[in-house]
């Protein structure tokens, strides 16, 4: 941990994981907590998510008033949108034999598994089509937003999402790190009940860094929050965290 003297020392901006860290155990926001957003965007603060999840749960997660006043880096920082000041936006796509291979090798070795392969924060594939809405989307989702794999593939899918449903993947991730290219990254989370996959080049603090260029704020001036393994890179290249 490494917090700022805000005696001596103010951040200019903050970027802030979600699970875990802005939400609560329960997966939701504490009002003292959405009260603080909105006072430190009140004083002029930009404020970046980074997220593992995809856009189209977020307004079930946060509401609208913090998407409205916050900028977005989601899926791993595979894809990012400058908002509320910050602007641009950008999608870094894994390796569309990797997430095919990736896709095979988990429906082989852990059928049970519920997988996604996103394409931007809205539109996904699945290997499972029953209960889409309770386990991936908050019922958030709509029927246009699923789309067969193949399509996810010719558009240009951002990510692969696994979630062992409470069953350990570490067998699986261990596989999928000895037979994807060297492109493509193998993210744990939830003590590896939970598999992102991404493409290596793609991080929090790197989509991060290119939403903050566009005020010309850099990673040294900001406070960043995280709790586990896909936050280190935000967390260690942060100013203050």
Request: proline share 5%.
């Amino acid at each position: 941990m490494n917090l700022p003297d805000f005696a001596t020392e103010t951040p200019l901006a903050v970027a802030l994981d979600l699970d875990e860290t802005t939400l609560g155990s329960d997966s939701r926001l504490a009002d003292r907590t959405r009260r603080a957003l909105h006072a430190a965007y009140g004083a002029g603060l930009p404020i970046v998510i980074a997220t593992s999840r995809p856009e189209r749960v977020l307004p079930v997660l946060v509401g609208d008033d913090i998407l409205e006043i916050t900028s977005l880096v989601q899926m791993n920082g595979t894809v990012a949108t400058g908002r509320a000041g910050l602007t641009g936006s950008f999608r870094c796509l894994i390796d569309p034999a990797d997430a095919l291979l990736c896709w095979k090798i988990a429906n082989e070795m852990s059928p049970h598994a519920r997988m996604t392969m996103e394409i931007d924060g809205t539109r996904f594939a699945v290997n499972h089509t029953d209960d889409i809405n309770s386990l991936w989307a908050f019922n958030a989702a709509s029927p246009t937003m699923v789309v067969p794999i193949e399509e996810a593939l010719r558009i240009g899918p951002a990510k692969v999402s696994i979630n062992g449903l409470n069953n350990d993947l570490e067998e699986l991730a261990k596989t999928l790190e000895n037979r994807l290219s060297e492109h493509t990254v193998v993210l744990r989370a939830a003590s590896a009940q939970f598999l992102n996959i991404v493409p290596r080049m793609a991080t929090k603090s790197g989509a991060a860094a290119q939403l903050l260029s566009t005020v010309d704020i850099s990673l040294d001036d900001v406070l960043a929050f995280g709790d586990d393994y896909a936050d280190i890179d935000l967390v260690r290249d942060c100013g203050w965290s």
